[in-house]
């Protein structure tokens, strides 16, 4: 399924939290008691969004399915259907990760598993 992964874009200090064990979100997430994913085509205007000049920045691609009901699609943006996690995040759940940066052609570089 092409929306078995999803995406979410950490600060240096929370992706140590996520290595570090789990990650209950960033302030937004914790305020609006779920952690907001984003798709492959979503990431990149969720990076300009709400992360535009802050560097040091990690991409995470998440396997969805394996939080199983803990993820619920729900709208955003201009009603939008983006994954949400109710709950935590943990490290086993991550299946590729990097630093956020962009591909020759501008487009936000997605982290790809082995």
């Not at 937004?28 to 000049?53: K, N």
Request: no cysteine.
């Amino acid at each position: 399924m092409a929306d078995s992964i999803a995406y979410k874009i950490l600060t240096a200090d929370q992706w140590t939290e996520l290595e570090d064990g789990s990650f209950d979100g960033a302030p937004v997430d914790r305020t609006d008691g779920y952690i907001h994913l984003s798709t492959a085509t979503q990431a990149d205007e969720t990076l300009i969004r709400h992360f535009a000049g802050q560097g040091d920045l990690v991409i995470a691609a998440v396997d969805l399915e394996a939080l199983g009901d803990a993820v619920r699609w729900e709208p955003s943006r201009g009603g939008a259907l983006f994954p949400h996690v109710y709950g935590r995040l943990t490290l086993d759940v991550v299946i590729a990760y990097g630093p956020v940066e962009r591909e020759p052609d501008g487009s936000l570089k997605l982290p790809v598993a082995g």
